[in-house]
DNA sequence: CCAGGTAGTGAACATTTGTTCACTGTCTGA
DNA sequence: TCAGACAGTGAACAAATGTTCACTACCTGG
């Protein structure tokens, strides 16, 4: 998909701009349409829509629900442009992961060590399984991903419990394997899906 | 007019910071009334009534339509203040060891993991003599400190090279362990006077 | 004891709001 | 010439949304 977006889109997307920095808050769809003369929602709802899939804003179905990509609102993404990123407590039920009621704390993260377009969140290891390298408390940096490479370290929910393990896809099973060998792999074949939070891209970790 | 808030407000006014913050874009009445398990809208809107009042937001009549005083959502000092902390390169003989020279990079730390009128940087580990907990590229961040604490994780300046080990005194010597029995223990005696650069208060690891 | 402030309930209302559907027009490249 | 992309129109719908009203309960200081 390219990123290349056409003129009445980049217009459209430098009216939410100004307009967050100005007032603080988005504009509606019908307050875009009557900025730019539009007598149709439809029209202004198609070029949101590109620009959403375009990674330049992100929506909900929600009145003003539209979120500049932080980049945008802050300027040029830069070496020293920091995001603070949620490190998440207990994970209530129903809710998306980085909802807001699930948020214990908050790291600032520099924004080149996150991936583009990327959502991630911090989420604190609770067990042994991946000691020495990784320990009870270590903080592991998550990018949400519903997929992983070969050996990477993923964080995937069993049993309604994130668990830290690294990721190894066999023919028809994946086995979640700890680096600790005192603990046995997990074998997560296709009766029960898997599901993967995202990748670990970098840990954190505290000494008192 | 007091700017003094009572508790509820503040719980309110930290809850649409935190969203804001979150997810780019206000909660609604409903939505903080539904976050704060109240039945009524008609409490919500008499708290950000108060709020609007004492100059914490600005509201309009609209969805959504909750601006925050800036300076709230640039952060309080404290939990939210960052600090860009130097990553050091080769450390250049005579010159401290922060020295601009010695910079190669910096990485965002929060304050309030940062010692109180404590200088700190970051050193990337080579050796794997503390492995596996911490590993070569490992970041650790190191708080400047010539003393230290028993069994504490330390850098020292060994022959001009900065190395990470755990801190023992005995007697009249100090030894510096490292965690991986692979390595000897260095033994430091009065005829050659230790040189501590700091001890080790976080570990930042990044995977690729 | 009482007034005032704080905190909330329950309900109703009008307006706003996003989504969806079916459509038209223009432009461009194959 | 035509298909596809882009840009827009007009309409309808259901849900969300903020405001307002009248009320209760509790607490505290005068």
Redesign the pocket.
Known sequence: MTREI????DEILSFLIDTVRERGYAP????I?AH?N??????V????E?LEKKGFIR?D?????IQITPQLLEGQPGQDEVQMIPLLGEVAAGLPITAVENVEDRLPIRSDWLGVNKESFLLRVRGRSMAEAIQPGDLVLVEKHPTAQQGEIVVALIDDEATVKRFWREKERVILRSDNPDFADIVVTESQPLQLLGRVTALIRKYL
């Open positions: 056409t003129a009445r889109q509606s769809i019908r307050e349409s730019f539009l007598n149709s929602t439809q029209g709802q198609r070029h949101l590109a929506r179905s929600k009145a003003r629900a």
